[in-house]
Nanobody
Framework: QVQLVESGGGLVQSGGSLRLSCSAS????????LAWFRQAPEKAREFVAG????????WYADSVKDRFTISKGSAKNTVNLQMDSLKPEDTALYYC??????????????WGQGTQVTVSA
């Protein structure tokens, strides 16, 4: 069983930035494909950004493209999400999870607790 822990969320003003981190522990593989998802109140959970095992391929939801950047962390089994030019509509609970292959937008693992991002107007 793999445990996913998200961190880095907080309260920020519109136009500000935050950097989220995801750490996987437990029965992890040396190679992995991770992605970020988010869920706003009264809305369905949606895909945000993904990264291939090598880090060479990244893919994003249209709503965050050119504002968010996903990258592999320096530590093993970690992934970051740099969020710039944040908007109130980015307010949501952010989760990381596994996907089966590059460019996939459907999570395949169990959900963690997530980290809250709140953007004030």
């Amino acid at each position: 069983q793999v445990q996913l822990v998200e961190s880095g969320g907080g309260l920020v003003q519109s136009g500000g930035s935050l950097r989220l981190s995801c750490s996987a522990s437990g029965d992890t593989d040396a190679s992995y494909t991770l992605a970020w998802f988010r869920q706003a109140p009264e809305k369905a959970r949606e895909f945000v950004a993904g990264i291939s095992r090598s880090g060479a391929i990244t893919w994003y939801a249209d709503s965050v493209k050119d504002r968010f950047t996903i990258s592999k962390g320096s530590a093993k089994n970690t992934v970051n999400l740099q969020m710039d030019s944040l908007k109130p509509e980015d307010t949501a609970l952010y989760y990381c999870n596994y996907v089966n292959r590059p460019r996939e937008t459907i999570a395949s693992g169990s959900w963690g607790q997530g980290t809250q991002v709140t953007v004030s107007a």
